[in-house]
């Protein structure tokens, strides 16, 4: 497993701001995610975030409303853009220790940052 | 048909009971299954990997079974600190490390 380590744990933010949520590891691992879990729902994939390039991301996320960033293979970081309520969601970075090519890459949860818009 | 569906319970059992979840996915190539399990306000927790042959941790037993493509979960001698969420998660079509996942399943273990 890897431990994983998120910050802040929690925000409250004012409707058109931004936050920068930070994810590190205490291990080095190629592939990195972040999700998002709205209240009461299940975990939705946002991104993947590449070492040294751009993140990926799945439909329905943009990379002007959720950049991301990931300098090396231990951080990242995510950042929620011009926020509205809508935005007001448990965020989660993962990251994948299957070692690479194998069939059960398992992932592993941060403890997420829980943010409230405004 | 969602991609990967749980059925939502809650499952409320006494403790000491024997309680099993289904979770049916609809790609039927899939080859990674997983079971999660997630306290209230916290992250999602690896379980178990469910193999093919099916695996048993503890009380802890998963199976796959691909001719009906679904995975199952069962907890024997339930305890009270089993009362959680308990997400499923398989493979997406497009990628071998791109999970999706159900939308859990509430257990609630009472004394």
């Known amino acids: 497993s890897a431990v994983i380590s998120q910050k802040p744990s929690r925000d409250i933010c004012q409707r058109g701001t931004s936050l920068t949520i930070q994810c590190?590891?205490?291990?080095?691992?190629?592939?990195?995610f972040?999700?998002?879990?709205?209240?009461?729902?299940s975990l939705t994939l946002i991104a993947t975030a590449n070492q040294g390039s751009e993140a990926t991301y799945e439909s329905g996320f943009v990379i002007d409303k959720f950049p991301i960033s990931r300098p090396n293979l231990t951080f990242s970081t995510l950042t929620v853009s011009n926020m509205s309520p809508e935005d007001s969601s448990i965020y989660l970075c993962s990251v994948d220790v299957g070692g690479g090519g194998g069939i059960l890459n398992e992932q592993f949860f941060g403890p997420g940052t829980r943010l409230t818009v405004l | 048909r969602k991609e990967v569906e749980q059925d939502p319970g809650p499952f409320n059992v006494p403790e000491g009971a024997t309680v099993a979840f289904n979770c049916t996915y609809s790609n039927s190539a899939s080859q990674s299954f997983f079971w999660y399990r997630q306290d209230c306000r916290k992250e999602p927790k690896?379980?178990?990997?469910?193999?093919?042959?099916?695996?048993?941790?503890g009380r802890f037993t998963a199976q796959l079974n691909r001719a009906s493509q679904?995975?199952?979960?069962?907890i024997r001698d339930s305890k009270l600190s089993d009362s959680a969420t308990y997400l499923c998660a398989v493979n997406r079509e497009d990628s071998s490390y791109k999970l999706i996942f159900g939308s859990g399943t509430r257990l609630l273990v009472r004394p």
Do not use: A, F, K
Request: aromatic content about 12%; proline content about 3%.
């Open chain 1, 24 to 32: 590190q590891v205490d291990s080095q691992v190629t592939m990195m």
């Open chain 2, 70 to 74: 679904y995975i199952s979960l069962l």
């Open chain 2, 46 to 57: 690896l379980l178990m990997s469910v193999y093919s042959s099916g695996n048993e941790d």
């Open chain 1, 34 to 41: 972040w999700y998002r879990q709205q209240p009461g729902q």
